[in-house]
């Protein structure tokens, strides 16, 4: 059974540091890894997905890595901002039956201004 | 629509009445998803539809909770003799093809008092 795990639980942070967020999962036969940020009391907004067989997307600030045989992937937030502040959730799909994703519990950011 | 919408945003029911949450998914997505995530929980899957079936149930709490979806677009999530553990953001999910990238409405949240 595919378990995602997510450390930290809560980061604190000043702003413009530059920051990880890690994701790791038991299974690696998934089909991609989508990261995503909640903010409270709202819906997922999507950041970056990855295919099983890329190893990072990028998209301004934001770069997500995938090593797929460790079971590992990361965030990489560049020179973070009040506004980043949110949680942080990634999800996988495995292989095997291929059409939902499995939620880690999250990595609750905040930038202090 | 250019997003996917859920109604009401906020729904406050006394406990052992009916309700009834609504996601309207993007237009041309087939495969919609509910989860739901209760308070400093991580999302648990609900039910899953690709077009008008659900070929995965298995998410769903007891049978107090059904869903339904029509004409490959809205569906309709119910709960019938609502209880307080029923209280929960309840989040609508739409993706193009059933094994990449969720679109995320705002979700409904429901109190149940």
């Known amino acids: 059974k595919q378990e995602v795990t997510q450390i930290p639980a809560a980061l604190s942070v000043p702003e413009g540091e530059n920051l990880v967020l890690n994701c790791s999962f038991t299974?690696?036969?998934?089909?991609?890894l989508q990261w995503f940020r909640q903010d409270p009391g709202k819906g997922l907004t999507s950041l970056l997905l990855?295919?099983?067989?890329?190893r990072e997307q990028t998209s301004g600030r934001l770069n997500a890595s995938l090593d797929k045989s460790s079971g590992r992937s990361t965030l990489y937030i560049a020179a973070s901002q009040p506004g980043d502040s949110a949680t942080y959730l990634c999800?996988?799909?495995?292989?095997?039956?291929?059409?939902?994703?499995?939620f880690g519990t999250g990595t609750r950011l905040k930038v202090l201004a | 629509g250019a997003g996917v919408s859920q109604s009401p945003s906020n729904k406050v029911t006394e406990k052992g009445k009916d309700v009834e949450l609504r996601c309207d998914p993007i237009?041309?997505?087939?495969?919609l998803y509910w989860y739901r995530q209760s308070l400093g929980q991580g999302l648990e899957f609900l039910i899953y539809?690709?077009?008008?079936?659900?070929?995965?149930k298995s998410g769903l709490p007891s049978d107090r909770f059904s869903a339904e979806r029509t004409g490959g677009s809205v569906s309709t999530l119910t709960i019938q003799r609502t209880q307080q553990e029923d209280s929960a953001v309840y989040l609508c999910?739409?993706?193009?093809?059933?094994?990449?990238?969720?679109?995320f409405g705002s979700g409904t949240r429901l109190t149940v008092v």
């Open positions: 999910a739409s993706s193009q093809v059933s094994n990449y990238g969720y679109t």
């Open positions: 299974d690696s036969a998934i089909y991609n």
């Open positions: 990855i295919q099983s067989s890329q």
């Open positions: 999800a996988v799909i495995n292989t095997s039956g291929t059409y939902k994703y499995i």
């Open positions: 237009s041309g997505h087939t495969a």
């Open positions: 539809f690709q077009g008008n079936s659900a070929p995965d």
